[in-house]
């Protein structure tokens, strides 16, 4: 198990990855909270299988993270969605893209008990599911 800190300015999803295959973690579940200078959330629109993206250049406290480690094609892939607030304290959230950190970004890493967690793709949605 890992317990994660990035510093503002940091990419999250980028450095979150490096981190990935400097450690050679092969499958984790991820949770974790903190602030962000601006993120890209997406909502996957099952009947035409692509992410819509939309991007919030705004100040917002990072209220969940949830997401795992899988791989593919010999990549780490990180399925990340988040729930953030803005100054208005309302709620908005998604699979995130990226995000650039804000103040910090504390995650914490649980490793699984496998060999490796696997993805393929799923013709009947589009989705890179987990190889279970």
């Known amino acids: 198990n890992y317990v994660v800190r990035f510093e503002r300015g940091e990419r999250l999803i980028e450095a979150l990855t490096q981190f990935v295959i400097d450690n050679d ?11 962000a200078q601006w993120a890209e959330l ?3 629109d099952l009947d035409a299988q692509q992410y819509l993206w939309k991007r919030h250049d ?23 969605h988040g729930t953030f607030s803005g100054r ?12 650039e950190v804000g103040g910090t970004c504390e995650l914490h890493l649980h490793t699984v008990f496998q060999d490796k967690l696997t993805r393929s793709t799923d013709p009947v949605t589009g989705l890179n599911l987990f190889d279970l």
Not at 25 to 35: D, E, V
Not at 60 to 71: D, K
């Open 42 to 44: 997406g909502f996957y």
């Open 88 to 99: 208005d304290y309302r709620a908005i959230g998604g699979h995130v893209k990226e995000l």
């Open 25 to 35: 973690i092969k499958a984790s579940w991820i949770s974790g909270l903190g602030g």
């Open 58 to 80: 705004e100040l917002l406290e990072i209220t969940s993270l949830q997401g795992n480690v899988a791989w593919m094609h010999d990549k780490p892939i990180l399925h990340i």
